[in-house]
């Protein structure tokens, strides 16, 4: 099963840190070799605009969550739908 991870980069989640998010995700995907399994891309607006956070859309599921937690999100949550 093929994972899709979309993470917003329109204006609002840019302003509060997608870039970081990206560049957390690309390294993790890098060095846990998941190029095949899983589909990274940026997104326009996925419909869950935020102060709180940068948007994050794992297999169609929305979540924020801050730069400071993209590591801890892509442990737990892309890697356990990754194996399962």
């Not at 609002?12 to 998010?21: D, F, I, R, W, Y």
């Not at 709180?52 to 442990?75: C, D, H, K, T, Y």
């Amino acid at each position: 099963m093929s994972v899709s991870l979309k993470v917003c980069v329109g204006s609002s989640c840019h302003l509060q840190g997608s870039e970081k998010v990206v560049e957390c995700f690309q390294e993790l995907i890098r060095t846990q070799n998941l190029d095949v399994e899983l589909e990274l891309k940026g997104s326009f607006c996925l419909g869950t605009c935020s102060n709180q956070g940068v948007v994050v859309s794992l297999n169609g599921e929305n979540e924020v969550i801050q730069p400071a937690r993209a590591e801890a999100f892509f442990l737990s949550k892309v890697m356990t739908m990754v194996n399962s």
